[in-house]
Each structure stands twice: as structure tokens, then as C-alpha cells.
């Protein structure tokens, strides 16, 4: 059975790991950031037309959502998507603290009786936290993926052409 302090060791380990994640994404995005504002500043200066400028950004939308999973959806003003991605999270979470509960008391009853069928148990819960590890991974990076692509088509609009009463989308294209 999983006590206290082994959750509150796996919940450190796991903040950690995310607060690494967050550091590389920001690291890039001030990197990528920088490169934009270089490729702007040559570009204003040959161009006289008016240059789109997003509403939102899509690489600080991906750091909020690396920094707190469902913070860039917030941003994003997709507040539907915060508690599917929180709830969705804390199922795998909640499933992860039990297989690995269940795999610890297996593991614990093979290492005193050595009995085949306590090996075999023990080995499918460890397979079983492992496999809703992998889910709560990409979970993450779908939270992020969502996060970027929806800060990119917040300006896309569906409007109606009132001559012809048909919908009529806006796309803008810089390049």
C-alpha cells in the first residue's frame, strides 16, 4: 500500500520533472521568440502594407499549458477544454497511485512466499502503472499540442458574405 510519504515523493519527483520540461520549452521559446522579432523587423522594414499581427501566442500558450496542464486553454479562452484535460489527468493519476498500490503489495507477498501466481500479479500491475504512464504523457502532450494549434486559430473567423447569404472564410497568410 502506497503511504504518505511515497506519494508526496512520487508527486516531488514528478514536479520536478515538469518544471524541467517547462525550463526546455522556455529556453526554446525565448530562442524561437527572438528569431521571430529578427525576421519581423527586416520584413517592416521592405513592406508598406499592414503586417496581421495573432491575437494570441502560441508558444506562450504551450508554456502555460507545460508550466499548469489546461493554463493555456485558459489563455486561449477555451475554458471547455480545462476540466476534460484536469479530469482526463487525474484519472490516470488515480489509476497510476492504485496499479502501482496493487504492484507494491504483489511484489512485497512474492518476495516473502515466492509463489508464481504473486510474480504474475506483481508483473501485470507494474506492466498496467506503466502502460497509464505512457497515457498520462501524452495526455501532457496533447494538452500542449491543443494548446499551441488553438492560440494559432483563435483569429480564425466564419463570417457570412450578406450578398450572397453564404459563409465565407477569412484567412490571412504572411509571409
Known amino acids: 500500500m502506497m503511504n504518505l510519504k511515497d506519494c508526496l515523493n512520487f508527486l516531488i519527483s514528478l514536479t520536478n520533472r515538469i518544471t524541467n520540461i517547462a525550463l526546455l520549452v522556455f529556453l526554446f521559446v525565448s530562442v524561437e521568440m527572438n528569431a521571430q522579432i529578427d525576421s519581423l523587423s527586416v520584413s517592416e522594414e521592405t513592406q508598406t502594407d499592414s503586417v496581421f499581427e495573432m491575437t494570441k501566442s502560441p508558444w506562450g500558450a504551450v508554456l502555460r499549458s507545460a508550466i499548469i496542464p489546461g493554463l493555456g486553454q485558459i489563455y486561449n479562452e477555451s475554458y471547455w477544454k480545462v476540466p476534460v484535460i484536469l479530469g482526463v489527468t487525474g484519472w490516470f493519476v488515480y489509476l497510476w497511485l492504485e496499479y502501482d498500490k496493487d504492484y507494491r503489495y504483489y511484489r512485497n507477498l512474492y518476495i516473502i512466499s515466492s509463489n508464481e501466481r504473486h510474480k504474475e500479479l506483481r508483473t501485470g500491475y507494474r506492466d498496467l502503472r506503466d502502460e497509464v504512464t505512457i497515457y498520462?504523457?501524452?495526455?501532457?502532450?496533447?494538452?500542449?499540442?491543443?494548446?499551441?494549434?488553438?492560440?494559432?486559430?483563435?483569429?480564425?473567423?466564419?463570417?457570412?458574405?450578406?450578398?450572397?447569404?453564404?459563409?465565407?472564410?477569412?484567412?490571412?497568410?504572411?509571409?
Open 136 to 175: 498520462m504523457g501524452l495526455v501532457y502532450l496533447l494538452n500542449l499540442v491543443d494548446a499551441y494549434v488553438d492560440a494559432h486559430l483563435f483569429d480564425f473567423t466564419v463570417e457570412e458574405n450578406f450578398h450572397t447569404r453564404s459563409p465565407m472564410l477569412n484567412i490571412r497568410i504572411g509571409f
